[in-house]
Nanobody, 121 residues
């Protein structure tokens, strides 16, 4: 079994910062892309940022210049540093990872349970 566990969510005032982390554990052959998604009440889940094994990153327009995604391949962990937070950043943030448990298996998108980020004005 593969599990993704997020941490670092919480309540912060507008303009503040939070750092999220997500660690993958279990039987893992390889991890390709890892990323962070978020979902606000009444809205669809959306990509915030992603990063490949080689370190290539992609950001939503709303995150560019404020958020930084990074990963530690040795620890199977992905991070999201969020600065200059705005009330509209309030959402449940979900960790995602594309993982093969064995070399012969197809890759599969695994999801964490989510961590709440609330930004007050």
């Amino acid at each position: 079994q593969v599990h993704l566990v997020e941490s670092g969510g919480g309540l912060v005032q507008a303009g503040g910062s939070l750092g999220l982390s997500c660690a993958a554990s279990g039987t893992i052959f390889s991890i390709n892309a890892m990323g962070w998604y978020r979902q606000a009440p009444g809205k669809q889940r959306e990509l915030v940022a992603s990063v490949t094994t080689a370190g290539r990153t992609n950001y939503a327009d709303s995150a560019k210049g404020r958020f930084t995604i990074s990963r530690d391949n040795a620890k199977n962990t992905v991070y999201l540093q969020m600065n200059s937070l705005k009330p509209e950043d309030t959402a449940v943030y979900y960790c995602n990872a594309f993982i093969k448990v064995v070399i012969s298996s197809p890759g599969y998108n695994y999801w964490g349970q989510g961590t709440q980020v609330t930004v007050s004005s």
